[in-house]
Nanobody, 119 residues
Framework: DVQLQAFGGGLVQAGDSLRLSCAAS????????MGWFRQATGKEREFVAAVTWSGGSTYYSDSVKGRFTISRDNARNPLYLRMDSLKPEDTAVYFC????????????WGQGTLVTVSS
């Protein structure tokens, strides 16, 4: 079974950094693009960042561009999200997801990890 588990969240102050990790199993990690999404309380889930299967290309939402970095280790399967210069508006539950084989959308989602940024 495909399993994704995000971890590394916590309570930080504005301006701090945090690195999230996503452990993936049950599929050939290096065959799939991966992404990070987040959902704040009372808001819809939103795209944060994505990386292609090789790690050669990355994509970011405008709200995190220049502050967050997505990366992957195809040898050991984790997906990472490095978050710098955190802002209170980054507070949300963060999820990792596997891009579908067709490249359209995401077909598996992990359990999220809560990031809380205090001002």
């Amino acid at each position: 079974d495909v399993q994704l588990q995000a971890f590394g969240g916590g309570l930080v102050q504005a301006g701090d950094s945090l690195r999230l990790s996503c452990a993936a199993s049950g599929f050939t990690f290096s065959d799939y693009g991966m992404g990070w999404f987040r959902q704040a309380t009372g808001k819809e889930r939103e795209f944060v960042a994505a990386v292609t299967w090789s790690g050669g290309s990355t994509y970011y939402s405008d709200s995190v561009k220049g502050r967050f970095t997505i990366s992957r280790d195809n040898a050991r399967n984790p997906l990472y999200l490095r978050m710098d210069s955190l802002k209170p508006e980054d507070t949300a539950v963060y999820f990792c997801a596997r891009q579908s084989a067709t490249g359209w959308g995401y077909d598996y989602w992990g359990q999220g990890t809560l990031v809380t940024v205090s001002s």
